[in-house]
């Protein structure tokens, strides 16, 4: 699966008209994005496939897949910084690293809701639920009726 994404949301999604060049090889980067997407969180690929399909997830993956890939093509010498007297610039780290890649908040977001545990997990204490009774006293919960 080529993933959700096509060259249209990639231009749709850009602050300019992509050049066909660009297009053409954003078309590329959407597959390795969607690689990318679902080499980290594999839940992804069940998710989209999934009857019935759940079109504000398919949106949020066609988002991210779309940052990924602009992220690339707006910075495709990985300049972090630039300066003018006596020319300097500084590379970005992410792009000598792969250029390519899903952010933290990014894998948050896609595995959001997926039912698979990232190994933390929230215990809540009992007698939280006010709403069905009350503390009578700090060891007796009366229920309400």
Request: proline share 5%; net charge negative; with cysteine.
């Amino acid at each position: 699966m080529a993933g959700p994404a096509d060259v249209t949301d990639l231009n749709d999604r850009s602050l300019r008209t992509l050049t066909n060049q660009e297009k053409s090889v954003g078309a590329v980067l959407l597959e390795d994005a969607f690689t990318v997407i679902t080499a980290r969180v594999p839940s992804v690929a069940d998710r989209l496939a999934a009857t019935p399909a759940d079109t504000a997830f398919n949106a949020l993956v066609v988002q991210i897949q779309c940052a990924m890939v602009l992220r690339v093509l707006n910075n495709p010498d990985g300049k972090l910084e630039e300066q003018s007297d006596d020319y300097r610039y500084r590379l970005d780290a992410a792009v000598s690293t792969g250029a390519l890649y899903l952010s933290d908040a990014e894998a948050n977001l896609l595995s959001a809701g997926d039912g698979a545990s990232d190994g933390a997990f929230t215990i809540r204490p009992a007698g939280q639920r006010r709403e069905n009774g009350w503390w009578v006293t700090p060891d007796l919960w009366e229920p309400s009726l």
